[in-house]
């Protein structure tokens, strides 16, 4: 029998987290057996009727196992289960999949890297990056709208650029036929430090029509009240990339799908987003009137004529038609629109500003796959996009600012921020897949990305920068082979490209520079990778061996400017994950990522790469119990120390980031016609440590910007969550 992923149907497994590509459907689970061999029977019958199909790895629906490289799916029942129990997506994602960082615990998740380079991240195949990017691609969807998350670890060009890292394709939810049906979820978080301390959820979704017309339509709500730290004191603001303390987010999803006829399909999806501070404490700088930053507290009373938020809307329209001219022909057109605010900053000359950032998004994709004979299949098609970005500060009145010790932001003016500017992109790509025996598939492709920049003229103080413009191309190539064994085993290796978008708006913000003359590329990185898979009905485990490797990169200074530098720099490392199943109720598991990043000395030497961008290693552990109805899951997490060699490279000192371990408790309830129960505590330890982003801010901004606890965000301590959830 041809190899097949492994399919779990006792909820011990169901639950677990999904290390391979594909699972059986986690809305229904089958009851649990009381003896092996009818387990083994059911996992059987249910190996020949279930395949998950993904298309993260290809843009078209594929199965994970054909698919030369580190795929992960995480599940509907596991995103409930998980933000139930009081995590954000973010969070989530860096404690389920191997590889990805852990999160920042803010509105960024700037630094959470994928392999360690930046992972692209798009909703139903939209890229939520622009050539300016905000790190703030995860405050898009709240995890009540997202039916599974896929992840494509390492380099790749598939949806064009800041893929270096990897994708991270979040598929939302689709329209079930007949009904109405409804679904319910509520959920509360707190620390039980005080009365401020509560975070509540709430969402609502109706879905139904016809087998023919399908719809859903959904409204979830979020409220944080304010977070504090494993010793019990309130954590201070993000004052860098704003935090989700005080924040309200509503996402507002429609959908609709409609079979147009028997090859047809069409679905259109709209969604509006809207996450923003809405508190009334802040910072306080008691000695601002002596121009010092220092001996800051948080106090009430706070208010600004600009919050931190992010506001968002996505229109998405795909068609399929299954026999266009002889060929399977899919077609996607998009249009996203968003508006990024930042919190108020204080400035070395004792202003307070704060930004904000708008980019307009639309393009348009169009695919085609057909089979050259019956082992030769091609897939080629082109992609087009439009962006537009602009900006401005906000600048607060000084006066009111130093009086109120920084708690009172009356705006005084708006004056630019970066350029404004707008990039075309153009991209055409071809890929071949050659079966050249059963277990045995090759693939290789290319891709050619196109972009004109067009920027505006713009002033910084009092010079003026005419604009101009320019372009730039990237060719980026891949090849891998995937071979599977009747045994359950699978190995792959592959060699692919993917680069990262320039930062136009950061490099071209200098009034000195002659935009005409300087084209902005993307920056390329080049990956190989080995890997190996196992899946039978007791273990499941994935191992990836990668090595990546670029010659430029972007850069900060000082004063927080951005430029693109010659820097030779590469990743590599051990992408893994395991699990164990025992008996009929226990399975335990874990995940690590074992990885180094360096960059090229004038020495011609390698050093470990400045801490303020390397990604740190980690392992998590897991071990879980489950019944027909209940479940109980103790899980690990492990962040390892990071140090650099700055001296060598020529900083003042070298730069360290401290690790840090959190354990979680998470424990589910199914009940007959009640819906399910989550409980959960997470940093069960109740443990006092800085986030890793807190950390790489304090060396980004201390002492140019104040001391370093104003930077040091910290990480939230013990928080209990219990949640309920019901589909009728």
Known sequence: MPYQPHVVTTMAMTASLLLTPMTATAEAPAPATTTTTTRQATEATALESQEEMVVVGSRTPASPDQIPGAVWLIDREQIERRTQAGEDLKTMLGKLIPGLDFAPEGRTEYGQNLRGRSPQILIDGVSMTSSRGLSRQFDSIDPFNIERVEVLSGANSLYGGNATGGTINIVTKTPEAGGPHFETRVGATSGFNNHRDFDRRVAQSVAGGSERVRGRLSVAYEENGRFYDGDNREIFPDLAQTDLQDNRAIDVMGRVDIDLAKDQSLSLLGQHYDSGFEGERGVFFPELTEGRLDNADIRGNYSADRDPGTERQLYNANYHHGDLLGQDFYFQAYYREEESNFGAFPYPSGEFRASQQNTDLGGAKALFSTALRDDLELTYGIDYYHERFTSNQAFFDPATVAASGGLQLDTASIGPRYPDYSVDGLAGFAQLEWQVTERLKVQGGVRQEHADVDVDAFAVGDDINDGGSNSYSNTLYNLGVV??????????????????????????????????????????????????????????????????????????????????????????????????YIGDHWEVGGTAHLTRSEQLDDDGSWHKRDARYASLSSATAFVEWAGNDRSLRLQGNHAFDLSDDASDLGAAGDNEINGFTTFDLIARQRTDGYGTFTAGIDNLLDKQYATVWGQRAAIFYSPDFGPEELYEFQGRGRTFSLGWNMNW
């Open 483 to 580: 071979q599977e064994y009747d045994s359950g085993h699978r190995f792959w290796s592959n060699y692919s490209q993917g680069f990262e978008l320039p930062n136009i708006g950061g490099v071209y913000d200098d009034a000195q520079f002659d935009i005409g003359s300087n084209p902005v590329d993307g920056i390329q990185t080049d990956q190989v990778e080995l890997g190996w898979g196992y899946r039978s009905r007791t273990w499941n485990s994935q191992v990836a061996l990668y090595y990546a490797w670029s010659d430029r990169a972007l850069d900060n200074d000082e004063q927080l400017g951005t430029s693109i530098i010659d820097d030779k720099r590469r990743d590599y490392g051990l992408e893994a994950a395991t699990s164990r």
